[in-house]
């Protein structure tokens, strides 16, 4: 994705690493070209796909038992030795988590057993797992509305109950990443988890962050903050750890306070607005942006912003929607004060609510769209041209059954009222069809 774009996005969970396996070598070389028609004839195997970086990502069927995953990842491995010498990497993934098949027998075994038991523990949302020097590295997230410190002592079991015993690296983050806990210590952090369940109870959190040395807890009310204050002060008297303590749902410059806190007393009772930031551009320009969870709020929060005085104050009010029930934006929608500040949310909305689309990113210059995995770009691009602004750089990108594909563009083009084979970008790999079925149905919806 282009850099310097003007919008700001929000920003979707990377997890872990990925290892490479290396099939291994034989005389002569062998080509991975069947390789996805086998893997696909597996029993075991619901969907199989090429990925970007050439690899293969495999969707287990959700009737295999957490104790048969060893044996399938373990028929699988062998599978890619018999087909290829080429480097392929599998990346296997069973109900929410997902791993790599890497090393020899034992630690494909170990890995696949160790997914197994992480396979017992409720309210992930999707994880990765790997192992690492003999420890075992995983980084999940939780499902909506599940808290991060509330799964990580289950988790932190799991992983002992498995095969690779050389200590845990562990992360998880609520669905929208704004809150996690990240440790390598979990028993120690128990005090800590209880605190933060303690806060909870007390008033809503805003967001926090916890790992092995410090806690950031931001409460969403000086009341709330106040609330808590004793158990957390109790907290780091208990432990060696950094503690900071805040409440707001607004950050902004220092030289900003006075009008974050007449923006926040507007945002802040508004229920579903989940932050808010004032941002510097330049010496004098400054810049809002509004996160919420649906559009409705985000419409709310836009009509009670243009009540106030204040907003005149910003040179773009910025809102980003976050997806309901998985990581990420759903809209993302940057507008200039002199155009009201309000119609790219309009375009931006109404396109992310077309068929096939899954994420829309809309700006004064830019216009970035993410489609369903499977989605016929063709029958999206007169909602797209009907958002398109002439002039816009678009790029519309694909995804894959197990998340958004951001970093391949499909198409890339300057909004034109007509387009032409030789003025839109395509990425290696896209179907010369889909590409003419785009502009044809391009061209067909009504002018600009």
């Known amino acids: 994705m282009r850099e310097n774009r003007g919008i700001v996005r929000g920003a ?14 034989g005389c002569t070389a062998r080509k991975p070209e069947n390789l996805e028609a086998q893997v696909a004839e597996d ?18 069927d959700d009737s295999i038992a957490p104790a048969d995953l060893a044996e399938v990842a373990g028929r699988l491995g062998d599978l890619a030795e018999s087909v ?10 069973a109900a929410a988590w997902q791993w790599t098949l890497a090393g020899d027998d034992d630690d494909v075994t170990d890995l696949a057993q160790a997914v197994g038991e992480l396979a017992g523990v409720d309210g992930i949302l999707q994880g990765k797992v790997w192992s690492d020097g003999g420890a075992l590295g995983i980084e999940a997230v939780a499902e909506a509305g599940v808290d991060p410190a509330a799964v990580i002592t289950p988790l ?29 210590d979990p028993a120690e952090l128990k005090p800590a988890l209880e605190t933060i369940a303690v806060a909870a109870a007390a ?16 409460m969403r009310t000086a ?75 985000a419409a709310t929060a836009q009509q009670a912003l243009l009540a106030s005085a204040d907003l005149q104050a910003f040179n773009s009010l910025q809102l980003f929607v976050l997806q309901q029930d998985e990581p990420g934006t759903l809209i993302t929608a940057k507008t200039m004060s002199d155009e009201g500040y309000v119609s790219n949310f309009d375009r931006a909305l109404g396109l992310a609510e077309t068929d096939g689309v ?18 016929d770009a063709a029958k999206v691009a007169p909602a797209v041209k009907a958002a398109a602004l002439r002039d816009q750089e678009a790029e519309i ?52």
């Open 84 to 93: 290829t010498d080429d480097d392929v990497v599998l990346r296997l993934r």
């Open 358 to 375: 899954r994420s829309v990113a809309l700006g004064p210059l830019e216009l970035d769209v993410v489609l369903d995995h499977g989605a």
């Open 43 to 60: 029993p075991a195997v619901s969907s199989v796909e090429e990925a970007a970086d050439g690899g293969y990502e495999i969707t287990l």
């Open 12 to 25: 979707a969970l990377l997890l872990g690493g990925v290892i490479a396996v290396t099939a291994l070598a």
């Open 397 to 448: 990108f694909g995804s894959t059954s197990w998340g958004p594909v951001t970093d391949r563009t499909l198409f890339s083009f300057t909004v034109l009222g007509k387009l032409h084979q030789n003025v839109v970008k395509v990425s290696a790999g896209t179907p010369d069809g889909d590409v003419q079925g785009f502009i044809d149905a391009w061209n067909d919806a009504p002018g600009l």
């Open 156 to 184: 932190a079991a799991a992983a002992a109950a498995g095969p690779i015993d050389d200590g845990v690296r562990l992360k998880v983050s609520d669905v929208h990443e704004r809150s996690s806990v990240e440790t390598q």
């Open 203 to 218: 008033g809503a959190i805003q967001k926090y962050t916890l790992e092995d040395d410090s806690l950031t807890l931001r």
């Open 223 to 297: 009341e709330g903050a106040q609330a808590v204050a004793p158990e957390v002060d109790a907290l780091a008297a208990e432990l060696p750890l950094d503690v900071d303590l805040s409440s707001g749902i607004m950050t902004a410059p220092q030289l900003q306070d006075d009008l974050a806190a007449r923006l926040s007393a507007i945002l802040t009772p508004i229920e579903g607005v989940v932050g808010a930031s004032i941002d510097t551009h330049g010496p004098k320009a400054l810049h809002l942006s509004v996160t919420t969870t649906d559009a409705e709020t």
